[in-house]
């Protein structure tokens, strides 16, 4: 991935769409690239840009790491932890090895993985 400093989120809109035109109607791709252009007006909308930006500049930092608040060994460990109360909306936990991320759904707290970026290895770098 290649870092852009300094954005300009209607520079950036613009090139989506250039790129979206130059694929099918109902491509995966066209999809993804709508979907991409689609998350970054959302975050406008609802006024999170300078979040976006903060998150984005991390994302890119290798000195940044995911706070995790626990860990636990095994999922019944997590699980009986998350039914008792303890869990929050939006907090990053390791089980067994692995990153999720804690939800609010309609039916209750749930775990939903999210790897860490230990799981992921090394950004690919532009000679890749």
């Known amino acids: 991935m290649t870092y852009i400093s300094d954005f300009d989120v209607e520079d950036i809109l613009a090139t989506l769409e250039s790129v979206s035109q130059e694929h099918g ?7 993804a690239v ?8 959302y975050a406008r909308h609802l006024r999170k840009l300078d979040d976006f930006r903060k998150y ?12 995790v608040s626990r860990e636990f060994s095994t999922q019944k460990e997590a699980d009986d932890w998350l039914t008792s109360g303890g869990a929050n909306d939006g907090e990053r936990v390791k089980i067994a090895g692995k990153g999720f991320h ?17 799981e992921l290895g090394p950004p690919e770098s532009d000679s890749d």
């Open 25 to 31: 109607a109902d491509s995966k791709e066209r999809g």
């Open 56 to 67: 984005y500049r991390e994302f890119f930092d290798p000195s940044y790491t995911v706070k």
């Open 34 to 41: 709508q979907l991409a252009a689609i998350a970054l007006l």
């Open 102 to 118: 804690i939800v609010q759904l309609s039916k209750g707290l749930r775990f939903i993985y999210a790897p860490l970026p230990e």
